[in-house]
C-alpha cells in the first residue's frame, strides 16, 4: 500500500498544467496552420496541419522519453550529447541542402531536419553542467565564464556562417541567459553593457548587405515595399485588418490568399491576430506569459543547480523566441527565420521546445525525489 | 511548502529573486508588444483593413463599345474593329531577356520602353508589348506560345476610320485623355489609360459616343490569379452619331480636290445640313487610334500647309469677290442704285492720289449691277462701297452671316472679320481711311470670312433670305422655317442678286462661264483672295509667283436654279483664278448629290435647253 501510495505521490508532483498549455499553445497553431492554407490549391499545403499533428505527437513521445531519464544522467551525458550536436552541424555545412538562401537543413529518413535547432538543448545542458560543476555560491567573474562563452561561441560561429543569424542569436542569448540566473559580478554586466554600445557600429560592418538590408527596411519598410519590406506590409496589414475582434477564424484574407509570406511558419502569429484580432491575440500572449512564469516558478523549486539552470535555459529560450518572433510580425525588429514556440509550423522546433519542455518537467518531477 | 535539501542553497536563494528582475523585464516587453498590437489592430486598423481589402479586391474596368459615326444614309463612315494586344506578365516570364530580344526581332517591339515599363509596374500586373498587332504576328506569336511564358494575346476594340483621311477633320480622332482632362472627369467615367474623343466629331460629341464603363470586381489572391467573381456591372454601349454628311458627296469632294490644298463645304441651304466638308490637306485619323506616333504628330504639327487646321470653319480668308453679292444687296436695299444704275468702269478707280485697279485691265465700260455681278467688275463696287460707307458694308454683311460664328457643332469655330470704323479704332488705334473701305468692297483688306460663313450666305441668297444654322447632326424635320432667320432683305434685291448669280455662269463674259455646259443649272460667284497685296502698277503673273504667294480661288454656288438644293463654297488655296480652279471643284460636288437625288426622285431631271441659255 505504501508503495502504491508513494507512487500515486509523485503523480501529483507531476506538472500537468504545464503540459496542459504546451497541448493548448500547439492546437491553437494546429488551427492557425489548417486556416492559412484552407484555400490553397496544393495538397501539401493543404495537409500542413496534418504534418504538424504528427510533428507533435513525435515530439510528445520524445518529451516523454527526456523526462523519465534523470536528469542527473543528462547532466552527465552533457558532453556526448554537445559532441554529437557539433558534428550534425558539421554535417550540414558538408551535405545540407539549401532552403530559403542559407544551408541549414539535415535530411533524415524522409524529414528536413535542422540540427541548429537540437543544439541548443545541448547547449543549454553544457553551460548548466559548467557552471554546475564550478560549484561556486558567490557571482562568477572573467575567468568562469571563458569556458562556457567559448562552447557557446563554436554553434554560434557555424550557424551564423548557414547563415541563420537568428538561431546563432540564441546561442548567445542561452549562454547570457544561464550565467546570468546563474549569477555574475555587476561589474561584468556593466562593462559588457558599455562594450557592446560601443562595439555595435562595428559588429553593423560584419553584417552581410542582406541583413543590413533588413534592418534598413525595418525602419522604412515603404522604402522597398516589393522586395524586404513586403513581408513586413503584409504582416502589419495583417495584423492591422484583424481589429478589436479579428475577421473570425478561418477568415483571414491576407494569409488565406497568400499576401502574407511564411505565413505558416515565422508569420503564424500574424495569422492568429488577422483572425482573432485584438482581445483573442492579448489572450493569447497572457497564455504565453503564464506558461513562461510557469517554467521559471519551476527553476525556483528545483532541488539543485543544475536542475534550475536547464528550466532557466529552456524558459529564456522559449521567452526569446517568442517575443522575437513576435515582435517581427508587429514590425518592430528584423526579420530573422526565428519561430513562435509551439505554435510555428515546422518538425525541428517542436521537437526542441517540447525536449525543453521535457527537461522542465523532468526537474519539476524530481524535485522531492530525494524524500 | 517544501524545504531546499541540496548543498545549493545559497543559490536557489538567489534564483527568486533573478527570476522576479526576469519576470519583469519580460511583463515590460509583453507590455510593448500589447501597445503595438493596440497600436495596429484598433488605432490603425481602419487604414490597414483598407488595405487588406486592396489587396484582396481588384476592379477591373470593361469598357463601353464606342458608338459610330455614320453618314445621312446610314453608311458607316467610323466604327470599331477588334484588335489584337500583346502583353505579358513579367513574373510568368522565365527568361526576360531573351523573350523580349525574341519579340523585338520576330514583330518589333520597343525593348527599351518596355523595360522601362517593366520596372514602373506593379507586380503581377500586365505590361503592354505591341497594340493592334497584325494577322501575321498574331499567328506567329500563336505558334510560339509554348515558347514564351507571361506573353499573351488580349483582344481590344480599336477606333476603325473606314476611309482613311476622308473627313478627317470632321470625324476627328481620339487621343490618351490628357492629365487635366482625367483631373476634370471622374473616375468612373474615366481610367488614366483611357482614349478620349480629342477632336473633331469625337470630341464634340464625346459623351454621346462614349458608352459607360462597366466593372467586374473579382477577388485575387498574391499572385493575381482570379478566385471568385464578386460583382459585375456590364458596360454600356455608346450612341451612334447621324452626321449630315452624304457619303457619296463627300468621297466626290475629295476626290475632286486631289493634291490641291483647300477648303470645300456643301450645306442643303434649306435646312443648313452640312453635305460634304473638306480640308486639305488631310491627315489619317487611324494614325490617332493607338496614341499617335511622336514623329508623325511632329511631322503634322510642322507641316508649313497645316493639316491639322480645320479649314472650313477655322480658314479665314478674304472672301475676295463673293463678297459683292453683299455688296450689290446692301446698295440695292439702300436705295443707292436701282437696278438700271450704271457705273462707267475705265479699268481703274480714282480716290484722292490713288487709283484702284480692275481686275480688267482695259475696263468693263458702263455696267449695271448685274454685269457687274456677272463679269466680276470692281470699279462697278468701288463706286457702291464708297456710297455706302464701311459701316453699312458691315451691317450686311452680319445680315448675310459673315463676322459671327455660323454656330456648327464644331469646336474652335472662326468668326472671320467684319470691319467697321469703330473696330478700327479699337483694334488698331487708327482711324478709318476711305481708301480701306475701297479694298473692302471687293472683298479685300481686312475683311475675313470662313467657308462656311460664304456657304452659309450663298445659301441664304438660294433659298429666299433664310439665313440657317449650319449643323453635322442628322435630325428629323428642320426646314428653314424653324432653324434658319428670315432676314429683313426685300424679294426682289435678292431676285436680282440670283439673276445675276446665274449669268455668272450662264452668260458668255460670266466668270464662271466654263461651268455652263454642266448637267444642272448652277448658280455661283467666282473669287480671289489674294494672299500677298499687290503693288498699284505690278502685273499679275500667277505662275512665276511662289506657291505660297498665290492667290486664292473662291467658287460659292448652288443649284439647281430654280429649285436650290445644295449650296457650296469653294477655295482653292494658292490656285489662282476661282473660275477655271475653284467651279470645277463646286460642279462635281454639286453634280455628285443632285444626280442622287435625281435617282432618288427627289428632283426632276434637268431639261436640256436650260443648261444652254445664254445673255
Known sequence: MTGEYLERYKWRKFDSTLLFIVLLLSAIGVIAIYSSNLQSDSMFMKSLYLRQIYWISLSLVAMGVVMFIDYHTIERMAYPLYTVGIISLILVDITGHTGGGSQRWLAMGGFNFQPSEIMKITLIILIARIVDDMEKDEEMGVLDLLKPAFFAAVPFLMVARQPDLGTALIFIILFASIVLFAGIRKRIIVKTAALMAILAPLFWLFLKPYQKKRILTLLDPESDPMGQGYQIIQSKIAIGSGGLWGKGLFEGTQSKLNFLPAKHTDFIFSVVAEEVGFVGSIILIALFFFFIMRVMETAIHSRDKFGALITVGVGSMITFNLLYNIGMTLGLLPIVGLTAPFISYGGSSLLTNFIGIGLVLNVSYRRFASE | ?615
Open chain 2, 1 to 615: 511548502m517544501f524545504k531546499q535539501r541540496s548543498g545549493s542553497g545559497v543559490f536557489l536563494g538567489k534564483i527568486r529573486r533573478r527570476v522576479f528582475i526576469f519576470s519583469i523585464l519580460l511583463i515590460g516587453c509583453l507590455m510593448l508588444i500589447s501597445m503595438r498590437l493596440w497600436h495596429l489592430q484598433v488605432l490603425q486598423h481602419e487604414i490597414l483593413a483598407g488595405k487588406s481589402e486592396n489587396n484582396r479586391i481588384r476592379q477591373l474596368r470593361t469598357d463601353g463599345l464606342r458608338g459610330r459615326i455614320l453618314d445621312r444614309n446610314g453608311i458607316p463612315l467610323v466604327d470599331s474593329r477588334p484588335s489584337f494586344q500583346l502583353s505579358l506578365i513579367p513574373e510568368d516570364v522565365e527568361d526576360m531577356e531573351w523573350t523580349l530580344d525574341f519579340l523585338e526581332k520576330e514583330i518589333s517591339i520597343d525593348k527599351q520602353a518596355i523595360k522601362e515599363a517593366i520596372k514602373s509596374t506593379r507586380s503581377f500586373n500586365k505590361v503592354t508589348l505591341k497594340r493592334d498587332i497584325n494577322r501575321e504576328e498574331v499567328a506567329f506569336i500563336e505558334e510560339r506560345r509554348i515558347d514564351l511564358p507571361g506573353v499573351f494575346l488580349e483582344v481590344k476594340a480599336a477606333r476603325n476610320y473606314e476611309n482613311g483621311d476622308m473627313a478627317a477633320h470632321i470625324l476627328g480622332y481620339l487621343g490618351a485623355i490628357s492629365q487635366k482632362q482625367y483631373e476634370k472627369s471622374s473616375p468612373e467615367i474615366y481610367s488614366r489609360d483611357d482614349f478620349i474623343g480629342q477632336y473633331g466629331v469625337e470630341k464634340v460629341f464625346e459623351k454621346t459616343l462614349r458608352g459607360g464603363k462597366g466593372f467586374k470586381r473579382i477577388e485575387v489572391d498574391a499572385a493575381g490569379r482570379e478566385l471568385r467573381n464578386l460583382a459585375t456591372k456590364h458596360p454600356e454601349s455608346g450612341t451612334d452619331i447621324h452626321l449630315t454628311l452624304d457619303y457619296e458627296t463627300q468621297k466626290a469632294a475629295e476626290e475632286a480636290f486631289g493634291d490641291k490644298m483647300g477648303a470645300a463645304i456643301a450645306i442643303d441651304p434649306d435646312t443648313g445640313e452640312v453635305l460634304a466638308f473638306v480640308s486639305k490637306p488631310s491627315f489619317n485619323p487611324n494614325d490617332f487610334a493607338f496614341g499617335i506616333k511622336s514623329d508623325v504628330w511632329k511631322k503634322l504639327l510642322a507641316d508649313e500647309f497645316h493639316p491639322l487646321q480645320e479649314r472650313p470653319t477655322q480658314g479665314q480668308y478674304p472672301p475676295g469677290s463673293t463678297f459683292k453679292i453683299i455688296m450689290a444687296a446692301a446698295a440695292l436695299e439702300e436705295g443707292i442704285i436701282t437696278p438700271e444704275t450704271k457705273f462707267y468702269c475705265p479699268g481703274h478707280y480714282r480716290l484722292g492720289r490713288r487709283s484702284y485697279r480692275c481686275w480688267k485691265k482695259g475696263g468693263h465700260g458702263y455696267v449695271d449691277v448685274h454685269t457687274a455681278l456677272v463679269r466680276s467688275c470692281d470699279v462697278f463696287f468701288y463706286n457702291v462701297g464708297i456710297k455706302l460707307g464701311i459701316n453699312k458694308i458691315a451691317e450686311y454683311s452680319r445680315k448675310f452671316g459673315l463676322g459671327v460664328r455660323t454656330g456648327v457643332e464644331l469646336a474652335n469655330e472662326k468668326p472671320g472679320l467684319t470691319p467697321t470704323k469703330e473696330w478700327k479704332l479699337r483694334a488698331k488705334k487708327e482711324p478709318w481711311i476711305k481708301g480701306e473701305t475701297v479694298s473692302c468692297s471687293i472683298g479685300q483688306g481686312f475683311v475675313l470670312a470662313t467657308p462656311i460663313q460664304l456657304a452659309r450666305m450663298v445659301a441664304m441668297v438660294a433659298n429666299g433670305g433664310w439665313l440657317v444654322t449650319p449643323t453635322i447632326i442628322k435630325k428629323d424635320n428642320i426646314k428653314k422655317e424653324t432653324g434658319g432667320v428670315k432676314t429683313s432683305l426685300k424679294d426682289e434685291t435678292l431676285d436680282i442678286i440670283r439673276l445675276a448669280l446665274r449669268g455668272v455662269v450662264a452668260e458668255q463674259h460670266g466668270t464662271a462661264w466654263r461651268l455652263r455646259k454642266g448637267k444642272y443649272t448652277y448658280a455661283g460667284k467666282t473669287g480671289t483672295a489674294q494672299v500677298v497685296k499687290m503693288k498699284q502698277n505690278e502685273k499679275w503673273e500667277h505662275e512665276k509667283m511662289q506657291i505660297k504667294h498665290r492667290d486664292h480661288a473662291w467658287f460659292v454656288s448652288y443649284a439647281p436654279y430654280d429649285n436650290p438644293k445644295i449650296a457650296v463654297a469653294v477655295i482653292a488655296e494658292h490656285a489662282g483664278h476661282g473660275g477655271s480652279m475653284a467651279a470645277p471643284i463646286a460642279q462635281r460636288i454639286m453634280d455628285t448629290y443632285l444626280s442622287k437625288l435625281e435617282k432618288a426622285g427627289l428632283i426632276e431631271a434637268p431639261t436640256k435647253d436650260e443648261g444652254q441659255k445664254t445673255e
